[in-house]
């Protein structure tokens, strides 16, 4: 027996005017385990097929390439000895019909220390809309990665320090353990503008905010939400609505994405109450082949990179023509 499915935010009518809609699915979410070095990357996935286009690309997969319906999954994918002539078969046949966002989940923890430590955090945060922001926190990732152990030590320090399923969440010095991590990546970046900005008493603010569930703030080790803003934003391209179909993902709850619709909305200079994101609606990925070309592509994206970004699913130029806008490149 099944389950009832967890989130979404199905919309409340039809949506009117220009309306896409896609089917999305990941590859590498790990939860709030944002440093598990055997999914380093998450791969957001989506498509605009119609249920049939869907339902015939899977049924060719399945005769052409003999999969059986326990197998078809990116990594029995992969394995196969015609792998690469499957794959290439796949992607060409989603030329123009699919979007993979990546998420590098060191990066997307930087920009967390920047969205949340240094400025009043939004539901925009991790995004593209927050420009200013991504070139500070590319920076610090920049500067981390350069320093060895000591932003790994950083890194954990501040997963720590924001969780919020504790069940003793005073004294546990995890504020005083993140400031002695930032002193000593400070020895190897003493110019890095973020990290000497951070402030202990905003640090403890934003704690004691999370620790009270203030919901303003968004989740901060939830990269779920800026990676689906960014694929509502690619489809949207400022003048289309978006209906999105998931895979079920408790990450996005309805109180999640009524504030991401909103910050999107609002972002756009819309009126009260529309926004890019029309609705989403989550869906078990056995019940709809669109979701399951979706997770194929998803695998292919994460566990292969370089064969989405120098494929036929080609790379979407940023609005200031910088690499930070790579469809297909590892990002936040």
Same mark, same amino acid.
């Given at each position: 027996?099944?389950?009832?499915?967890?989130?979404?935010? *199905?919309?409340?009518? #039809?949506?009117?005017?220009?309306?896409?809609? $896609?089917?999305?699915?990941?590859?590498?979410?790990?939860?709030?385990? &944002?440093?598990?070095?055997?999914?380093?990357? $998450?791969?957001?996935?989506?498509?605009?097929?119609?249920?049939?286009?869907?339902?015939?690309?899977?049924? #060719?997969?399945?005769?052409?390439?003999?999969?059986?319906?326990?197998?078809?999954?990116?990594?029995?994918?992969?394995?196969?000895?015609? @792998?690469?002539?499957?794959?290439?078969?796949?992607?060409?046949?989603?030329?123009?019909?699919?979007?993979?966002?990546?998420?590098?989940?060191?990066?997307?923890?930087?920009?967390?220390?920047?969205?949340? &430590?240094?400025?009043?955090?939004?539901?925009?945060? /991790?995004?593209?809309?927050?420009?200013?922001? =991504?070139?500070?926190?590319? @920076?610090?990732?920049?500067? /981390?990665?350069?320093?060895?152990?000591?932003?790994?030590?950083? &890194?954990?320090?501040?997963?720590?320090?924001?969780? #919020?399923?504790?069940?003793?969440?005073?004294?546990?010095?995890?504020?005083?353990?993140? $400031?002695?991590?930032?002193?000593?990546?400070? =020895?190897?970046?003493?110019?890095?503008?973020?990290?000497?900005?951070?402030?202990?008493?905003?640090?403890?603010?934003?704690?004691?905010?999370?620790?009270?569930?203030?919901?303003?703030? *968004? *989740?901060?080790?939830?990269?779920?939400? *800026?990676?689906?803003?960014?694929?509502?934003?690619?489809?949207?391209?400022?003048?289309?609505?978006?209906?999105?179909?998931?895979?079920?993902?408790?990450?996005?709850?309805?109180?999640?994405?009524?504030? &991401?619709?909103?910050?999107?909305?609002?972002? @756009?200079?819309?009126?009260?109450?529309?926004?890019?994101?029309?609705?989403?609606?989550?869906?078990?990925?056995?019940?709809?082949?669109?979701?399951?070309?979706?997770?194929?592509?998803?695998? $292919?994206?994460?566990?292969?990179?370089?064969?989405?970004?120098?494929?036929?699913?080609?790379?979407?130029?940023?609005?200031?023509?910088?690499?930070? /806008?790579?469809?297909?490149?590892?990002?936040?």
């Amino acid at each position: 027996m099944r389950l009832p499915l967890q989130g979404g935010l *199905p919309p409340v009518e #039809t949506p009117s005017g220009a309306v896409v809609e $896609i089917a999305c699915d990941e590859s590498g979410f790990s939860g709030t385990n &944002l440093l598990d070095p055997a999914t380093p990357v $998450i791969a957001h996935a989506s498509v605009d097929l119609a249920v049939d286009e869907a339902a015939g690309l899977v049924a #060719t997969l399945r005769s052409g390439f003999r999969f059986s319906p326990q197998e078809f999954k990116s990594r029995q994918f992969l394995r196969r000895p015609e @792998a690469a002539e499957a794959r290439e078969w796949f992607l060409t046949a989603l030329r123009g019909r699919a979007h993979v966002h990546l998420v590098d989940k060191q990066l997307f923890l930087a920009t967390r220390v920047v969205d949340l &430590l240094l400025g009043e955090p939004s539901y925009l945060a /991790g995004t593209r809309l927050v420009g200013e922001r =991504r070139a500070d926190a590319r @920076a610090l990732h920049r500067a /981390g990665r350069a320093a060895g152990p000591d932003w790994d030590t950083f &890194l954990a320090a501040f997963v720590e320090m924001l969780r #919020t399923k504790r069940r003793d969440r005073s004294g546990d010095g995890s504020i005083d353990r993140f $400031i002695a991590a930032r002193d000593a990546l400070l =020895r190897h970046a003493p110019a890095d503008a973020v990290l000497q900005a951070l402030d202990r008493p905003r640090v403890a603010d934003v704690q004691a905010r999370l620790y009270a569930e203030d919901r303003s703030i *968004p *989740p901060p080790l939830e990269p779920m939400l *800026p990676a689906l803003a960014e694929t509502v934003l690619f489809w949207s391209a400022g003048r289309h609505r978006v209906l999105v179909t998931h895979d079920e993902q408790s990450a996005l709850t309805a109180d999640r994405l009524r504030r &991401l619709q909103r910050a999107l909305g609002e972002h @756009a200079g819309l009126p009260a109450g529309e926004s890019p994101l029309a609705g989403l609606v989550m869906t078990d990925s056995r019940d709809d082949p669109r979701v399951q070309v979706a997770d194929l592509l998803a695998g $292919i994206a994460r566990r292969t990179p370089g064969a989405v970004d120098d494929g036929p699913l080609q790379p979407m130029p940023s609005p200031a023509g910088s690499p930070d /806008g790579v469809a297909a490149e590892p990002r936040c």
